[in-house]
């Protein structure tokens, strides 16, 4: 069989100089990247040559592992639909992962929802995990400057800190971590050195051979408390909204946990109403919820801006927490106002930012209540 579909897509992203090259040729020696299509920006940009077995049509290369390495000469809706009909029509013989590398001035969001949001991609492919590559020498004054770079670690995760050894302060490394983290509390952080095929990918929803999800690691393990790094004294000490240079300062990760099923009526209408009006704002979203017509089998929601990917079900609940968790992170959303719109579907009174030990009490109680 050529390909099980839908394929895991892992997206490769970070600023222009973060070593996202050097991390593509290390992870293309790996066997456990056999049978992977590698989609980069700029063929010249990675230096595959000794893996090169010969030049195929349509920018495609065949490589000696049993890669496939593409390059973007057009949309890449164009080059995923190409590699599906290679594969359909068996040009390709296995294709059992897609590894896409933006360019380092991207914003990662039209990446995502070129995935997640195409009618027919999103029956060959499923968005696996994004990987955001950060430099520990430029990265600081890079997010101070550049919004992308801000949305490449808040969409991420998988964060990997590359030429750490070149910073002398240890403190200025851990510094950079901290931030990473307030930026992205449910990514987990890397350094270069210390990461290979297995850490960096299957990073997504379930393990496709067991069917299972795995909702703390993929939501990420304090995403059930990440609103709290911007309330109280912790947003004031990180409030720099005097420097308009400081983009993180724009960017808020919050979870919405309910402890009671939803009608899919009540959360369908909900996430619509968020995403058509504020969209652009949200970075990414991702939870799972218990429904009020199927409560035995979750719904996994998963959205980009406006887009959101049609809602799966899984077979059964991975653990013994039930209800609704769904994490939130967007730029420039003010984040009372998602609590209360929520509120106001679940008919619960108006809900303002929580308190931090009723919620560790009982993680399943509606935030702020």
């Not at 010969?54 to 973007?72: H, K, M, P, R, W």
């Not at 909900?270 to 409560?295: M, N, Q, W």
Request: hydrophobic share 45%.
């Amino acid at each position: 069989m050529a390909a099980q579909f839908p394929i895991p897509v892992s997206v490769i992203t970070g600023f222009l100089g973060a070593g996202k090259t050097t991390l593509l040729n290390r992870l293309l020696k790996d066997p456990a990247l056999v049978d992977t299509a590698v989609i980069i920006n700029e063929f010249g940009d990675v230096g595959i040559d000794h893996l090169l077995v010969e030049q195929a049509t349509d920018g495609v290369i065949e490589l000696s592992d049993g890669c496939l390495c593409c390059t973007v000469r057009g949309e890449l809706v164009d080059t995923l639909a190409d590699l599906v009909d290679r594969v359909q029509n068996g040009r390709i013989e296995r294709l059992a992962r897609v590894v896409i590398e933006t360019t380092g001035l991207a914003d990662p969001a039209p990446v995502l929802q070129s995935i997640m949001g195409h009618p027919v991609l999103l029956q060959a492919f499923r968005l696996d995990g994004v990987i955001t590559l950060v430099d520990a020498v430029n990265g600081p004054d890079t997010l101070d400057a550049h919004i992308e770079a801000v949305k490449q670690v808040a969409v991420a995760d998988r964060i990997v800190i590359t030429k750490a050894d070149l910073v002398e302060d240890k403190a200025d490394l851990a510094a950079l971590a901290e931030r990473l983290k307030a930026i992205n509390p449910g990514a987990r952080q890397f350094a270069v050195d210390a990461v290979d095929s297995a850490s960096l990918l299957a990073c997504g929803l379930y393990d496709p051979t067991t069917k299972t999800a795995d909702v703390q690691r993929w939501l990420g393990e304090e995403a059930d408390h990440a609103h709290h790094r911007h309330d109280g004294h912790h947003h004031h000490d990180h409030d720099h909204g005097h420097d308009e240079h400081r983009h993180d300062a724009r960017v808020r990760s919050f979870s919405l946990t309910h402890a009671a099923p939803v009608p899919f009526s009540t959360i369908s209408m909900f996430l619509d109403l968020l995403l058509s009006t504020h969209g652009d704002k949200v970075l990414r979203l991702k939870g799972i919820v218990e429904i009020a017509e199927d409560p035995a089998r979750p719904l996994v929601v998963h959205g980009v801006q406006k887009i959101l990917h049609p809602p799966a079900r899984l077979p059964k609940w991975p653990d013994d927490v039930r209800g609704m968790r769904l994490v939130i992170i967007a730029v420039d959303l003010p984040e009372d106002y998602v609590r209360r719109t929520f509120a106001a579907f679940v008919n619960q009174p108006s809900i303002d930012t929580p308190d931090r030990a009723a919620l560790e009490n009982n993680p399943l109680a509606i935030a702020g209540r």
